[in-house]
């Protein structure tokens, strides 16, 4: 089944540490994003990528990183520069037009 | 950044009833999504509009683009326990191809037993 694949599904970081976010998808679609949800909020975007090694900053992108070097990958690495790291981590993907495809998301609690 | 005003924050009603929500926007929008979140999980796409004055059905759900192209309705008819959750509007910040999305901060529904 063609879909986007989050891992881990709960993950626990040490103060200081970097940690990554997996994401994969096997939809062949072009864009790929990332979301960060707290509590009782929307969504605000950290990084989105149109293309293969290429992607940009979204609205809150400080303490975070990305690469993409595959069409099927966008790992995120929250970085300690993340001061509040704790959150619901989502990443989607589209294609052509802007309708985005969610994963199940990451997530992460500092301790 | 762009904001995306949605209506209620929250609804408590009883299974069978009808929902309304809505989404509004300092911002002409060329297209609207709706999107049901459950806990813990990621959201799930329900509808898409693309075009001002669009009424579009999935199911039990209808969803309107507002003729002013700053809002967007979202109706449930006849509720029922799966219904629960968190629904969200959403926009693109562009009209060309795949453009990140501007959420709205959500209208979470619970129906009362």
């Known amino acids: 089944d063609g879909g986007i694949t989050q891992s881990p599904k709960y993950l626990f970081r040490k103060e200081g540490q970097n940690v990554t976010l997996s994401c994969e998808q096997n939809?062949?679609?072009?864009?790929m994003y990332w979301y960060r949800q707290d509590p009782g909020q929307g969504l605000r975007l950290i990084y989105y990528?149109?293309?293969?090694?290429?992607?940009q900053k979204g609205d809150i992108a400080e303490g975070y990183s990305v690469s993409r070097e595959k069409k099927e990958s966008f790992p995120l690495t929250v970085t300690s520069a993340q001061k509040n790291p704790t959150a619901f981590y989502l990443c989607?993907?589209?294609?052509?037009?802007?309708?985005?495809?969610f994963g199940q998301g990451t997530r992460l609690t500092v301790v | 950044g762009q904001q995306l005003n949605q209506s209620p924050q929250s609804m408590f009603i009883q299974e069978g009833e009808d929902v309304s929500m809505n989404c509004t926007s300092s911002?002409?929008?060329?297209?609207w999504l709706w999107y049901k979140q459950d806990p813990g999980e990621g959201p799930v796409l329900l509808i898409a509009?693309?075009?001002?004055?669009e009424l579009t059905s999935n199911g039990r759900l209808t969803a309107q683009f507002g003729i002013t192209r700053k809002d967007s309705f979202l109706n449930i008819s006849a509720s029922i326990p799966s219904d629960v959750g968190i629904y969200f509007c959403?926009?693109?910040?562009?009209?060309?191809?795949?453009?990140?999305?501007?959420f709205g901060t959500g209208t979470r529904l619970t129906i009362i037993p």
């Open positions: 959403a926009g693109p910040l562009s009209n060309f191809g795949n453009e990140k999305l501007t």
């Open positions: 989607a993907s589209s294609t052509t037009g802007p309708e985005a495809f």
């Open positions: 911002s002409i929008f060329n297209t």
């Open positions: 509009l693309y075009k001002a004055g």
């Open positions: 990528s149109q293309i293969v090694n290429d992607f």
């Open positions: 939809l062949n679609h072009d864009a």
